[in-house]
């Protein structure tokens, strides 16, 4: 089992936006809840966002009316689309199942004030 590839971070201004890309293999996919991840400098990693199958979503709190997260079965992608980011969103972030299995590299996501 292929660990997910993350991808499409960055460093943008607070305020900005940007959007994130995981491909997974259809094994970790296939109906399966999954889920984006982040790990900031000095911090254990905390889950942001989840997805089922059929689409259903959970937000973080924090997160919650900014970020956006969808799939597609069909090409075992998810995104997460990340609008008005406050510098206290810089973090390494992670896709995974909803229970994690081997992790990817990440993708760092850095906010400037």
């Known amino acids: 089992q292929v660990q997910p590839v993350e991808s499409g971070g960055g460093l943008v201004q607070a305020g900005g936006s940007l959007t994130l890309s995981c491909t997974a293999s259809?094994?970790?996919?296939?109906?399966?809840?999954m889920g984006w991840y982040r790990q900031a400098p000095g911090k254990q990693r905390e889950r942001v966002a989840t997805?089922?199958?059929?689409?259903?979503?959970y937000y973080e709190d924090s997160v919650k009316g900014r970020f956006t997260i969808s799939r597609d079965n069909a090409k075992s992608t998810m995104h997460l689309q990340m609008n008005a980011l406050k510098p206290e969103d810089t973090a390494v972030y992670y896709c995974?199942?909803?229970?994690?299995?081997?992790w990817g590299q990440g993708t760092q996501v850095t906010v400037s004030s």
């Open positions: 259809s094994a970790i996919f296939r109906n399966n809840v």
């Open positions: 995974n199942q909803y229970r994690p299995g081997a």
């Open positions: 997805i089922t199958p059929l689409g259903s979503t």
